[in-house]
């Protein structure tokens, strides 16, 4: 069982930054960040897999940067350049079964947060 608590989220104004904390029981093979807008589907934005490989939607990608420190089995989101459509219920996942498929909006997350709300005001 992987228990995954997340925190950093809030209210900006579009060009500012926030940065999402995922403070994990366990550190797993893939882990990542996903998002949620009102009506819409889930997405996935980043991904890191635990050698280092990293992967975001094109979305994000130049603006979002993800990053773990092993020391506290922590996973971050730094986010720069928020737009208003970045706003949406940010949620952390872990994947323990996957390694190839480590990429962001990866597939067989076992392991959900209980998100994190960030809001960018235009």
């Known amino acids: 069982q992987v228990q995954l608590v997340e925190s950093g989220g809030g209210s900006v104004q579009a060009g500012g930054s926030l940065r999402l904390s995922c403070a994990a029981s366990v550190y797993t093979n893939c882990m990542g960040w996903f998002r949620q807008a009102p009506g819409k589907e889930r997405e996935g934005v980043a991904a890191?897999?635990?050698?280092?490989?990293?992967s975001y939607a094109d979305s994000v990608k130049g603006r979002f940067t993800i990053s773990k420190d092993n020391a506290k089995n922590t996973l971050y989101l730094q986010m720069n350049s928020l737009k208003p459509e970045d706003t949406a219920m940010y949620y952390c996942?872990?994947?323990?079964?996957?390694?190839?498929?480590?990429?962001?909006?990866?597939?067989?997350?076992?392991?959900w947060g209980q998100g994190t709300q960030v809001t960018v005001s235009s």
């Open positions: 890191l897999r635990s050698d280092g490989i990293a």
């Open positions: 996942a872990a994947a323990p079964r996957v390694w190839n498929g480590c990429q962001y909006g990866f597939k067989f997350p076992d392991y």
